[in-house]
């Protein structure tokens, strides 16, 4: 299939292309560039802005894409609660814009990343996908405003989408030369293993006094080829003509901050010195998904996601690119 990849030069959507492409899939990457590295993308790469309307009608025209997968959107939860006016213009401005070009050119079936960020701060642990939907920050705010379009242009024009709501992707691809590379970096994981290896000084700890069991945030890890796979599994699924699904990506298991620092020491050999700091405001306790829906519609799961794993390959990753720089 021709597939049009938005955002597909960012840290998940270059994993997906690899993946297509591995497939026997024809990827085309759109992508503005502002956080993704054209470096990172296998395929041909069409520089364009989501926000430009015109942009993405002239890509549809020129590429003539059968399904489209969406991961072009701004994603940082802290930024987010910062500068919301900037997370609803772009990832609503180019939600409706992608799916205007989709509409004029009788695309029909798309993948969406959504997050658990849409179910805010969680009352039942796994979170099951039927679970409401109450974001405690513009990010998740704005990904589920498009999750509701998407269900309203399904119902009035036959739009069929995959919404996958990721837990926390991570991990790399250090054979491809794939990896998380964000500038500034915010996550956990690449941020303990840039301590490792000697970049930055020591890792924060944000917030000691969770309700959880040693206080500090849980999350479920799921590492970015586990994602990709239930991409393509999702595709297959709208490319059989099955119909629109929601489904929580994630393992089911949640480590806290303080066993993924263990499991980064653990595996790096290094200290990784940390300092306890503030929480950090929009991010909920406890974030674990309810991993059997996917399992059940798509026959997907995940097989290189165990916490272990997830930081080896990153840290495999960074190990070449600290050789390589
Ligand atoms: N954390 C620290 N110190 C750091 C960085 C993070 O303690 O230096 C903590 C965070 O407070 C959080 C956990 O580590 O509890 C994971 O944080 P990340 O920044 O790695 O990931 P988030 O959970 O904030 O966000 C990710 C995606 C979002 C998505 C969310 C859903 O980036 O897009 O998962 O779970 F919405």
Not at 21 to 28: A, M, N, Q, S, V
Not at 83 to 105: I, V
Not at 290 to 318: K, M, N, Q, V, Y
């Amino acid at each position: 299939m021709r597939i049009l990849v938005t955002g597909g030069a960012g840290y998940i959507g270059s994993h997906v292309i690899w993946q297509l492409l591995e497939h026997g899939h024809t990827p085309i990457c759109f992508d503005n560039l502002t956080t993704g590295h054209a470096d990172a993308v296998r395929c041909l790469l069409v520089e364009g802005d989501l926000c430009r309307r015109e942009q993405i009608l002239a890509a549809f025209a020129e590429h003539r894409p059968e399904a489209v997968i969406h991961f072009a959107a701004r994603s940082l939860v802290s930024e987010s609660v910062r500068d919301p006016r900037r997370y609803f213009r772009d990832n609503l401005l180019g939600a409706l814009n992608l799916l205007d070009a989709m509409e004029a050119h009788g695309v029909r079936s798309i993948v969406f990343s959504s997050t658990a960020a849409t179910y805010g701060v969680p009352s039942k642990v796994p979170i099951p996908e039927d679970h409401p939907q109450i974001p405690v920050n513009p990010y998740g705010d704005s990904k589920l405003c498009i999750e509701r379009m998407l269900i309203s242009y399904g119902r009035a024009y036959g739009l069929r989408s995959a919404i996958l709501r990721y837990f926390n992707a991570a991990g790399a691809a250090p054979e491809q030369g794939l990896g998380e590379r964000h500038h500034p970096e915010t996550h956990l994981i690449p941020l303990l293993l840039e301590v490792a290896s000697g970049a930055r000084p020591r890792a924060q700890i944000f917030g000691r006094d969770y309700a959880t069991a040693d206080g500090t945030c849980i999350r479920d890890y799921i590492h970015v080829l586990d994602l990709g796979e239930a991409h393509l599994a999702a595709l297959a699924h709208l490319a059989a003509g099955g119909e629109s699904l929601a489904l929580n990506l994630g393992t089911g298991t949640g480590y806290s901050v303080l066993e993924v620092l263990a499991a980064a020491r653990e595996v790096t050999g290094a200290e990784i010195p940390a300092e306890d700091c503030p929480a950090r405001e929009g991010d909920p306790p406890i974030l674990v998904a309810a991993a059997d829906r996917a399992r059940a519609r798509l026959g997907w799961t995940p097989t290189c996601s165990d916490l272990t794993s997830i930081i080896r390959s990153a840290w495999e990753f960074h190990r070449v690119r600290a050789e390589r720089a």
